[in-house]
């Protein structure tokens, strides 16, 4: 692992990263501990701290609630910056309703397919079916062909998202960089998953550090086995900091 720095700005995944992922979406649940270390981590960093996720920005709020970062949710489709301000991705999200029909009622179709409405984004997710991952992802590619060239399929871990074209993690990190208090900082990104790998793109032409959490290939610099490790990180790189040292390299 890199060693660490004091003007470090910190964009963390949730799901696989900060996050033990739950077989559903809506089973994740952190404790205070994952509270208090991301509380601890926006002030040591001097709000330099970002979550970078897929899912919205409400759905962000109600997990860390009473704690409000910057974020960027549904994959950048929506962001809010250090200041509070709200930034959308120009999309007509009513276009999208007919595909999330779709979708929704392929879901109550089959067991274990499990849909998830974001707003701007839909999601399905086949973790509680994973014999049914290629029909789920046919469905929602199906769903997306009238819509054209205004959306994208992703694919995730055992999840496929119909989205806004043009919107990804690793652009919605490099708005937050051009900001206070990020602009300056060397940009830190944790993420697990292959819609992380925009992120770590972006983040390594910067210059900054990229630290893939779990298994499988990655454009990451960086890795470490789960998101226990991952926490520990932080909460390693917190010492740190407290410490007031200019460097270490914990094992």
Partial sequence: MPPFQRNWAFFLD??????????????????????ALLRELAAASQGATALISGRSLARIDEL????????????????????GKRHRHRFPVQSLRPAAGGIRSFASRHQG?????????????????????????????EAAEPLGDAVEVQGGKMVVELKPAGCDKGKAIERFMQEPPFAGRLPVFLGDDVTDEYGFRVVNRLGGHTVKVGEGASAARWRLENPAAARAWLAAWLDFHKRGQDQCCPR
Avoid: M, N, W
């Fill in 113 to 141: 397919l499990v849909f998830e409405d974001k707003g701007a984004s839909v999601a399905l997710h086949y973790r509680l079916a994973p014999q049914l991952a290629a029909a789920a992802q046919r469905a929602v590619r």
């Fill in 64 to 83: 860390f609630a009473p704690l409000v970062l910057p974020a960027a949710g549904q994959h950048g489709v929506e962001r809010r910056d250090a200041q």
């Fill in 14 to 35: 949730l799901d696989g990263t900060l996050l033990d992922i739950a077989v559903t979406p809506e089973a994740v649940d952190p404790g205070p501990e994952e509270v």
